[in-house]
């Protein structure tokens, strides 16, 4: 019958229908006389729709069933329509391997290998390999064996029957039995040299891993002795010559083509080294002159063929050279090193398309997986694997790799395995470049089960895995926590009571017995969350040990780890994210204030692991937070608990900041940001302390008024608190302003005024166990004589009437901090003349504050305590600073803005550019001020409470040293610097503020 021109048969449509890209050339093949027994029945059409190319597997199959003999080619296409599992096996190979297409077509028996489907058939190992292998004679012979075994790898293999760990395992195995029918074959013609040595062949690599792919090159060490008799001399010149033969049989190509090359490039030497040595000689190689890299690659050591006893040997005497390999010096850099290089090797057009060697490869997994192997397999046996994805699996159930990032590993090597796996397998060839056309790109999604839409499935999937590789990778790989471990002595990654107690007090532990006591509470136990502690804890104790006080740090440690034991993100922090378990010891082990808050709230570690963790919240986000928190609040009292639950998490975030800033960095040393450091602090504190006050504030607004008071209301900052200058242990020194809404009784919103005031001192004074709040009024008009709050108009009437000296210099620091932010200004405003009077000061209002300042220093002085030590009393100290710093503007204010600031340095800087201070004047008021600041914040976070002069307890003296950057036993140092720079600010003060 003639078909009408235009018009489609039923056998193209279902071609097309069946996923043939050319249903044209297929339905012709389908034509020839051959093929007829395809052309009747649909089984076998369907078979084709099935695999990865149905194109390329129909023309295979059609070159097969042509190169059968005339009787043969009709029952072989009978068998197959009878045969399921041959049909699938034999046309999923045609569809997926052009070169092995090719080889049935130049052996058309071959495809008997693949109709045995026996439980034995599904994994054979290399014993059933040499059986196949057995009695070749020839390398032509050997390569038609090869190619035959490796025929039925990949049926079970895109039929499914194997996973891809198993398909790699069995390539391996296939290699390995090569590997030894290649030696055979050069002993036999070589038998002199075969009876002079033992040889032994050692694998590395992908195939010493048992992770082989399609076409890989592989990668040997040979090991070789004298045998009967012989001369070294002689012996490894007869091996050499054998290893030399085996490896030609393997790589040289013939009419069927090659198998491998053999690669003995990561010898000893490399190419410049002797091919065969012996195994003293390849032990004092690696003794003396082995790099990083080489240790890398014994990894995988596995000896394969010639002499069983010899290889074994090696293997035995070269791993425990591998598993020192973490203690050479710079190792953790080294790795990460090398792995830059392969990336930055890759040429520019081919980087993104590199499936193994290209970011987010196959190569950041191995790398990764080795690395952690190496550090950590010192200790712990069960990761000394060859293969990567049994080596994850024994990394992830160590606790070294989080089980979610173990699993989101392996399920992406696999994928990106398999697709190495079928690039290599369409032509047999060595590449790992993801094609660009698109009917190879079709071929491959389909070959890995995508089928809706092939390339577009095949490019997310491997970009989804390729980004959670590159992601994980550089969590892994480059995870602080690494070097540590791997700097540490042999023996200590795991702890022994034994060796521990020695080494703890060496440490400087003060009570060892107590300290193993809390490591054997931690990491006692076979459960994930004990290996995971053994891991952290060696490196722990030793960042304990670089403290004041290793036994508080290890105390506190045990504390916060009890409190958050059944938190599953806690320990899997610590080990995984940046520098949070180095974070965790600095604050723990620095004092008591920051620890006290933790244990409070044990969840704020989570903070030292957030790369922005450690940065404060700002006044704008914190005060939000905490009115949106008092808005949603069931009464006052929880409303203001909840404004302290914020207030305890931020002094935490600000103290860690602090404490972890105050170690610096190499390009940044902690002393050089000390300044900064400290505006850090005070701001921080300051911000905290307004956002806080004004939680308080609509707390007591809300539980009587409502939305709104009757009348304005405003909180003032004073003295450190106005000035952003708080320490960890000020009070909050505030005035309170109000002004009656329009229409209100000046009483009725007096009273308002007050009790708002009554409530808010109340309610942040209800007992509690996070730091107080103290809110100071005693700077208000007439001190503590004078009522709490006044209208704007009565502050006006008094300071324009009553007001002294020393209370405009109070009002040098007045700022709004809470409350109508329209009031606050207008306060400013009506302070700002007092503060910066027009023509300055008068001469009897400078001899008043003399005056004052002269009788502070003789009254407020503590009995006993010594002038040159006390920071804000003391001699150059805080306030010598400072009233020197607010005499200069109060006499210069008014001509000069810069000096119109609540904050002493900014002043102070103001004073100097406007020539009113020399430089190396105001650097010395500067350097006394910051570093008086600093002590008191240090004695806080050590002791846990305020205190003016430096801790009379070694521990807590050494711990103060360590914050401001003195190391042990340099506490002499700190108090001579101390008073030497407090002395020289003293003069400056002299000289400045009474004109000496």
């Known amino acids: 019958m003639t078909a009408v021109p235009g018009r489609r048969s039923s056998t193209f449509t279902r071609l097309l229908r069946h996923g043939f890209t050319d249903p044209g050339d297929a339905e012709r093949l389908l034509e020839l006389p051959d093929m007829a027994p395809a052309r009747a029945d649909s089984v ?11 194109d390329l597997a129909l023309r295979s199959l059609v070159r097969l069933v042509e190169a059968q003999p005339e009787p043969d080619r009709r029952a072989l296409l009978d068998t197959l329509i009878a045969a399921k599992p041959l049909r699938d096996r034999l046309l999923g190979v045609l569809g997926a391997s052009e070169a092995l297409g090719d080889h049935l077509a130049r052996h058309p028996g071959d495809w008997r290998a693949l109709v045995t489907y026996e439980a034995a058939d599904l994994h054979p190992g290399v014993e059933e390999f040499e059986e196949c292998l057995g009695g070749v004679a020839d390398p032509v012979a050997l390569r038609v064996a090869y190619r035959r075994c490796l025929l039925s790898i990949a049926a079970r293999d895109v039929c499914g029957t194997i996973d891809l760990a198993e398909t790699a395992a069995e390539l391996a195995d296939l290699a390995t039995a090569t590997l030894r029918a290649a030696l055979t074959i050069a002993r036999t013609e070589a038998p002199e040299d075969a009876a002079s040595c033992r040889l032994a062949v050692i694998a590395l690599g992908k195939c010493g891993g ?8 592989v990668d040997v060490v040979f090991v070789a002795e004298p045998a009967g008799g012989a001369d070294e001399d002689v012996a490894l010149r007869a091996a050499t010559r054998l290893a030399s033969h085996m490896m030609r049989i393997c790589s040289d190509t013939t009419v069927e083509g090659t198998i491998w090359p053999v690669d003995a490039n990561l010898r000893p030497e490399g190419r410049n080294g002797p091919l065969v040595r012996t195994l003293s000689s390849h032990l004092a190689y690696y003794q003396r002159w082995a790099k990083t890299w080489e240790f890398q690659a014994l990894l995988k050591a596995r000896a394969v063929a010639g002499d069983p006893a010899l290889g074994q040997s090696y293997v035995d005497a070269v791993s425990p050279l591998v598993w020192q390999a973490a203690e050479r010096e710079n190792f953790v850099a080294d790795v990460q090193r090398m792995r830059r290089r392969v990336v930055d090797n890759i040429p520019a057009d081919e980087v993104e398309r590199e499936l193994k060697l290209g970011p ?15 550090v950590h397999g010192r200790s712990d046996s069960t990761l000394r694997s060859g293969s990567t994805l049994e080596a994850l699996g024994a990394l992830a159930r160590g606790g070294y790799v989080g089980r979610v990032d173990a699993a989101q590993l392996d399920d992406a090597y696999r994928f990106l395995r398999s697709m190495e796996h079928r690039i290599q397998l369409y032509r047999l060839r060595r590449t790992h470049l993801v094609p660009e056309d698109s009917d190879d790109l079709r071929r491959l999604g389909r070959s890995l089960g995508l089928r809706m839409d092939p390339v577009f499935e095949l490019n997310r999937e491997w970009r989804r895995h390729a980004a959670v ?5 550089e969590k892994l790989f480059y995870r602080p926590l690494l070097d540590a471990v791997a700097q540490l002595a042999p023996g200590e990654t795991r702890l022994s009571a034994r060796a521990a107690g020695q080494r703890l007090e060496a440490l400087g532990y003060a009570d060892p017995a107590a300290a193993l006591r809390h490591l054997e509470a931690l990491a006692s136990g076979v459960t994930r969350k004990s290996a995971i502690q053994r891991t952290l804890l060696p490196v722990l104790l030793g960042w304990f040990a670089d403290s004041a006080d290793p036994d508080a740090g290890l105390l506190g440690f045990r504390k916060v780890s009890d409190a958050l034991g059944k938190t599953p993100w806690y320990l899997r922090l610590l080990r995984d994210e940046g520098a949070a378990a180095e974070n965790l010891a600095r604050v723990l082990s620095a004092g008591r204030f920051a620890p006290d808050l933790l244990l409070r709230a044990p969840e704020a570690v989570a903070i030292l692991g957030d790369p922005g963790g450690l940065k404060p919240r700002g006044r704008d986000h914190l005060e939000p937070e905490i009115l949106a928190a008092v808005g949603r609040a069931q009464s006052a009292e929880d409303a203001v608990a909840v404004a302290r639950g914020v207030r305890r998490r931020e002094l935490f975030r600000t103290a860690a900041a602090d404490l972890i800033g105050s170690y610096g960095t190499e390009d940044s040393p902690a002393e050089d940001d000390a300044g900064a450091l400290l505006e850090q602090v005070g701001q921080a504190l300051t911000d905290l302390n307004a956002a806080t006050l004004a939680g308080a504030l609509r707390a007591a607004v809300r539980e009587q008024w409502g939305d709104e008071l009757p009348t304005r209301f405003a909180v003032i900052g004073m003295g450190r608190f106005g000035g952003h200058e708080l320490n960890y242990g000020s009070d909050a020194d505030v005035l309170f302003v109000h002004e009656p809404r329009e229409g209100v009784d000046e009483q009725e919103a007096a009273r308002a005024a007050n009790t708002v005031v009554a409530e808010m001192r109340r309610l942040l004074q209800l007992p509690t166990a996070d730091p107080p709040l103290l809110i100071d009024v005693d700077l208000r008009p007439e001190g503590k004589n004078g009522p709490l709050v006044r209208s704007l108009s009565s502050y006006e009437a008094y300071y324009r009437r009553w007001s002294l000296v020393w209370e405009s210099q109070a009002l040098l620091r007045a700022e ?9 200004a207008r306060f400013i405003e009506l302070v700002d003349p007092l503060r910066y009077p027009m023509e300055g000061l008068g001469e009897g209002a400078v001899r008043e504050i003399r005056r004052l300042k002269a009788r502070m220093e003789a009254e407020r002085l503590p009995r006993g305590a010594d002038p040159t030590l006390h920071t804000k009393l003391g001699r150059g100290g805080l306030s010598d600073v400072e009233w020197t710093v607010q005499l200069l503007q109060m006499r210069h204010g008014w001509a000069e803005p810069g000096l119109r600031t609540t904050r002493t340095r900014q002043a102070l800087a103001a004073a100097h550019g406007a020539g009113l201070i020399g430089t190396e004047d105001a650097q010395t008021l500067d350097e006394a001020w910051v570093l008086a600041s600093r002590v008191r914040n240090a004695v806080m976070l050590v002791r846990g409470r305020a205190g003016d002069t430096f801790p009379s307890d070694g ?4 711990a103060v040293g360590r914050y401001l950057g003195y190391g042990p036993g340099h506490v002499g140092d700190m108090l001579d610097d101390y008073r030497r720079t407090t002395r020289r600010a003293r003069a400056v003060m002299e000289t400045l503020f009474y004109d000496a």
């Open 210 to 217: 048992h992770e082989l792919n399609y076409v890989s090159d």
């Open 360 to 374: 987010g490869g196959l190569r950041d997994v191995e790398f990764a997986v080795q690395l952690l192997q190496l």
């Open 955 to 958: 521990r807590e003296l050494a």
């Open 44 to 54: 076998l059409l369907d078979a084709l729709g099935a695999v990865a190319d149905p």
């Open 816 to 824: 709004p901090m809470a409350g109508d932010p329209e009031l606050g």
């Open 469 to 473: 590789v590159r992601r994980l990778h």
